[in-house]
């Protein structure tokens, strides 16, 4: 399924937007559950832990909530998108396929959910406290 240019014409994206609606919609539905077990699994993880009411827990749950408004919102760009051109809006299809087409840059720079590096125990070591005290 390849995408349209950024600067194709509106038939040639009205045509993909109606071709492939059902995949477009079931690829956002995917995005946002996808996103969604992500940040409760990571969250689970911290929990475990016993951080989450330090800063790295809450740090955590404020990445994991960037992550899904990213999530959300791109799929109500993909949504308009296909909604739009289902019933004859070219121009509104264009500005949300706009939308679109320029989300995908930004939804790189979302904070990393996994960017502690593991030391002993995998899933323990980048929210635990360090195992030395500061006296030594």
Known sequence: MPLPAANAPAAQVIAFGTAYQNVILFD??????GALLSVVFVLALVQMA????????RLTLLAGGV??????????????????????HIQTS???FDLTYTFIHVFLIAPSLSSCQPRSVP???CWAAPSRSWGS
Not at 50 to 57: I, K, P, S
Not at 67 to 88: C, R
């Open 28 to 33: 956002a539905w995917l995005q946002a559950i």
């Open 94 to 96: 264009l500005v949300w």
């Open 67 to 88: 992550v899904l408004a990213l999530a959300l919102a791109e799929g109500t760009f993909e949504i308009g998108a296909v909604m739009a051109a289902a019933n004859g």
């Open 123 to 125: 899933w323990r070591s």
């Open 50 to 57: 016993g951080t989450a009411d330090r800063l790295a827990g």
